[in-house]
Structures are given as structure tokens and as C-alpha cells.
């Protein structure tokens, strides 16, 4: 079950998977099914994309213990993008939402109604490129208000390019997302959920990580976001996920861009990543590129390693 409004990788050998159709032949969809993974200190970060989900991230583990909680086709390691519609009105982000991994309709089904055009995955590292289907379908509406879109399946693309360490940081997942916006649509304000992980409960201690002073505080529940990293991690620290873009904050953002969510009746928090885009005059179509890092391990793992992320792109 996908929450609120924002919203919100496995081969031994490598795999490419990729089409060439004509014009008049549909295209042939790549599986899905999808490991890489990589040595993170005395354990090993494992990503698991699958079929189910068109390519998205069902699974990551660290440590004997798994991070995600892949429910339906919302709560997972993915990404999704949502825009106004000219003749709307107020902005809702469930209403005209293009998601990775599929649409509200498929709950906790075996297919998703987004659709994997690409897939290559090779030891550390994995690729996707994913048509995206709306959150919702023509006629649903979310907490009241309609959806925008007539069709199911979007013509809005998502690329992803995840790695499992970067540079000395084994703990450290880098992860470069690109939403293709199409020609033909109009749209003011876009924002791009660039990176959301829904986690199990367990991980119910929300800290800030404060790139000035490379400390880590105590943060409340919210929900919303505010300005600096989050990270997420169990009751005895041993477990943690943060997340940290170079990207951030968005013109007119400063204060927003990082997100926490705890849904208790749901038993599922979530972190995201968020970036907004507007213009009066329309927003342009084409490619809009963000660049992530997820770190994995200990709580002071994580520490360590965004303090290592901010020495590189915030300090110098």
C-alpha cells in the first residue's frame, strides 16, 4: 500500500536484456529477475530487483537482516515523479503519479502495470530503464481527490543506474536516477521523488545526520521533510540506512528535500529523497537527473560514511 501523498538489483554472471522491435511489432519486455551485490566490511550488501516489480528494488540485506519492506508496489527502493495538470487546479502528488515499480491496482499481485524496457545487471553493479504506469488508475481517487490521468500506463521513463560501493566507501550505494519527461504534456510544477525506501519497523529511530558539523541528531517523527540527510536504524544501533544527494536542496527548497514517514497501523516507515522543479511558463520535457548515495551498515557506519559524502561535495 503505497502512503500519503510523497511516496513516496542479481546475477552471478553478468546479464544484459535488451529489444529490437519494428514499428509495428510490440517490443519484447525484458525479465526483471535481477542480483548484485557486494562486500560491505564482515557482511555483504545483497540487491535483489524482480520481475514482479518491473525492475524496481524488492530487497536489500546487510548484516543477516533485510532493510526493505517490499508489501504491494509502493513500499520499495524506487523512485517516482508527480506534476500538475494545467486545467486541475491544486497540486495533489497522488493524482497524476508515474511509479516505478507499478500502480495501487496491483496490491500485492505477482505483475505490475508499469512496464521494464532495459535491464543490465553485472556483479556490483545494475541498470534499469522502466515506463512508468500512473499510481492511479483512470477514475480512482486518492483521499478524495481524482486522478488526472485516462490511461494506466504513462509515457514517462525512469532510469536508474545503482552501484554498490563508491570510491573507499564499501558501505555506500550510489545511485543515479533519470526521469524522461515527455513532449505533448503540460505541467507547471514537477516533483521528482528521486529515491524513497520503505522499511521494516524495526528501523523506528530517526536521526538527521548535520553535514556542517558531521554529527548525527535525534529527529521526530514528522512527518514531512526537512533539510539535512536521514537515516533510519534499529533500537540497538546495529542496523542503519542514510541517504545523502549532492543534488539537494531544490531553488526555493532549502528547507525541504529529505523526508521521514512512520505509518504505525501499517507497520512500515519511510525515508524519501525530493527534488521540485517549476516554471509558470511550462516545464520542459526531456531528461531530469539526480544523483543519490544510500549508506549501509552500523549507525556509526553510516555516520561515518555521509561525513565522508559531505567532506567531498558539501565542505570543500
Known amino acids: 500500500m503505497k502512503l500519503l501523498m510523497i511516496r513516496s538489483l542479481v546475477i552471478g554472471a553478468a546479464f544484459v536484456a535488451g529489444w529490437v522491435a519494428s514499428a509495428d511489432e510490440p517490443r519484447p519486455v525484458p525479465s526483471g529477475n535481477a542480483t548484485i551485490r557486494g562486500k560491505a566490511g564482515s557482511s555483504e550488501i545483497v540487491i535483489t530487483a524482480t520481475d514482479r516489480l518491473a525492475g524496481a528494488i524488492h530487497s536489500l540485506t546487510w548484516g543477516d537482516k533485510e532493510f526493505m519492506d517490499s508489501h504491494d508496489h509502493g513500499r520499495q527502493l524506487q523512485s517516482a515523479a508527480s506534476f500538475d495538470c494545467a486545467a486541475a487546479g491544486e497540486f495533489w ?27 543490465q545487471a553485472e556483479g556490483a553493479e545494475l541498470k534499469t530503464t522502466t515506463q512508468m504506469a500512473f499510481w492511479l488508475a483512470p477514475g480512482e481517487k486518492s483521499f478524495g481527490r481524482p486522478a488526472l490521468n485516462d490511461e494506466v500506463l504513462s509515457d514517462h521513463l525512469v532510469s536508474k543506474r545503482v552501484r554498490i560501493g563508491y570510491k573507499e566507501l564499501a558501505n555506500v550505494i550510489e545511485y543515479e536516477v533519470t526521469f524522461t519527461v515527455p513532449n505533448g504534456e503540460r505541467h507547471t510544477y514537477a516533483q521528482f521523488e528521486a ?12 536521526w538527521t545526520f548535520r553535514p556542517d558539523t558531521g554529527k548525527l541528531e535525534e529527529l521526530d517523527d514528522g512527518p514531512g521533510e526537512q533539510a539535512f540527510p536521514v537515516v533510519f536504524a534499529t533500537e540497538g544501533k546495529t542496523h542503519a540506512m542514510g541517504v545523502f544527494s549532492p543534488d ?39 531528461e531530469y537527473r539526480f544523483r543519490t548515495f544510500v549508506a549501509v551498515g552500523t549507525l556509526e557506519d553510516v555516520r561515518q560514511s555521509l561525513a565522508a559524502l559531505a567532506e567531498e561535495f558539501v565542505r570543500r
Request: charged share 30%.
Open 248 to 286: 539537494q536542496p531544490s531553488p526555493g527548497h532549502e528547507k525541504a528535500g529529505y523526508g521521514r514517514f512512520r505509518f504505525k497501523a501499517e507497520k512500515v516507515v519511510k525515508w524519501n529523497c525530493v527534488f521540485r522543479v517549476r516554471n509558470d511558463k511550462g516545464i520542459a520535457a526531456g
Open 195 to 206: 529515491l524513497t525506501g520503505y522499511m521494516p519497523p524495526e528501523f523506528g529511530r530517526f
Open 93 to 119: 502528488a497522488e493524482c497524476y503519479n508515474p511509479t516505478e515499480a507499478g500502480s495501487r491496482a496491483d496490491g500485492t499481485g505477482d505483475k505490475s502495470s508499469s512496464i521494464l524496457r532495459k535491464l
